[in-house]
Every structure is written in structure tokens, then in C-alpha cells.
């Protein structure tokens, strides 16, 4: 396939091969880091912490909110989480 392929995303969107490759470079970027710095161990626990709070937090969304500064939204979605899990 092709730069110019659209292929759908999860959420029925479309992305480009090139998007998802910048997409998929950063995240292994990313696993690199974890890996080289020591911090596996925190990532194993914030998978665990992460996983209370069911399918209803895209870590996704997480992480377009954290990197585009979004802190507002990220924190408001973190604290709906907690509440619904909470009753």
C-alpha cells in the first residue's frame, strides 16, 4: 500500500500510512525510553492503575491531551473516570 492509503483508525477515522508510521516511531520512541531509563517497573504500575479504570479511558486521548497541553481536559477526564468508578 501506498503514503497516500487511508486506512480506518479505531474510532472510524481515517489516517494516512504517513501518520500512522510518525505514530507508531513515537511510540517506540517512547517504549525506548522506558526500557533504557529503568522505568519498567513504573510502567508496569501505571498499566495496573490504568486498568481500574475499565475501557471508558482511551490512553490515547491520555496522551493527545498531555502532549498538545491540554492538561485541563486530561485532568477532567482522569477525575470523570475516578468518579464513575467511585459511584
Known amino acids: 500500500?501506498?503514503?497516500?492509503?487511508?486506512?480506518?483508525?479505531?474510532?472510524?477515522?481515517?489516517v494516512s500510512r504517513q501518520q500512522f508510521e510518525i505514530e507508531k516511531?513515537?511510540?517506540?520512541?517512547?517504549?525506548?525510553?522506558i526500557l533504557?531509563?529503568?522505568?519498567?517497573?513504573?510502567?508496569?504500575?501505571?498499566?495496573?492503575?490504568?486498568?481500574?479504570f475499565g475501557n471508558d479511558i482511551n490512553p490515547h486521548d491520555l496522551c493527545?491531551?498531555?502532549l498538545t497541553d491540554e492538561t485541563d481536559r486530561l485532568t477532567a477526564m482522569l477525575a470523570n473516570e475516578a468518579k464513575k468508578k467511585n459511584g
Open 1 to 14: 500500500m501506498g503514503a497516500t492509503t487511508k486506512r480506518p483508525a479505531v474510532n472510524n477515522e481515517y
Open 25 to 33: 516511531n513515537a511510540k517506540n520512541k517512547a517504549y525506548a525510553f
Open 36 to 52: 533504557i531509563n529503568g522505568h519498567l517497573d513504573e510502567f508496569k504500575e501505571f498499566c495496573e492503575k490504568l486498568k481500574t
Open 64 to 66: 493527545l491531551a498531555y
